[in-house]
């Protein structure tokens, strides 16, 4: 099969196959006389995977290191690079909640101060300004005048 039909069956564009070759992330099909790729089954299973790790978001040079034993490898030596792989995610992942949640906080209790706040107030509830932040808004001020 040519790229656009490979494309069709693995749900890639044809642009991003070629990008994922020229970045060395999937096997090069060979080619025929005219200088077209052909695609297999085969390669058409690599791209689906390739596809399904990235929707899961994993970084491409993740997604490169397990392609190629996709590709060329037996299940089990498959399996273990998977499992390794997706251990890893699953441990990034909490990482990201944990800062999300955090970073939750932190927005709402600046909202909260910010809700608080008198309509003719300057300073914000349980934040100190920066004496930059002071010099900037007393040059503005006495820009003005």
Do not use: W
């Amino acid at each position: 099969m040519n790229i656009q039909q490979a494309a069709r069956a693995s749900g890639l564009s044809a642009d991003t196959i070629r990008f994922y070759e020229k970045k060395g992330v999937l096997p090069r099909p060979p080619r025929r006389e005219n200088g077209y790729r052909t695609y297999s089954e085969e390669h058409v299973e690599t791209l689906r995977l390739a596809r399904g790790l990235r929707d899961l978001g994993l970084p491409l040079g993740e997604v490169a290191e397990i392609l190629p034993v996709a590709h060329d490898g037996t299940c089990g030596d498959l399996r273990e690079a998977l499992v390794t792989t997706l251990e890893g995610a699953c441990e990034e992942v909490e990482r990201r909640i944990e800062d999300l949640t955090r970073t939750r906080g932190e927005l709402a209790s600046i909202l909260n101060g910010v809700r608080a706040m008198p309509a003719d107030t300057r300073d914000v509830p349980g934040m100190t300004g920066c004496g930059c932040v002071q010099l900037v808004a007393e040059g503005a001020s006495t820009a003005r005048t």
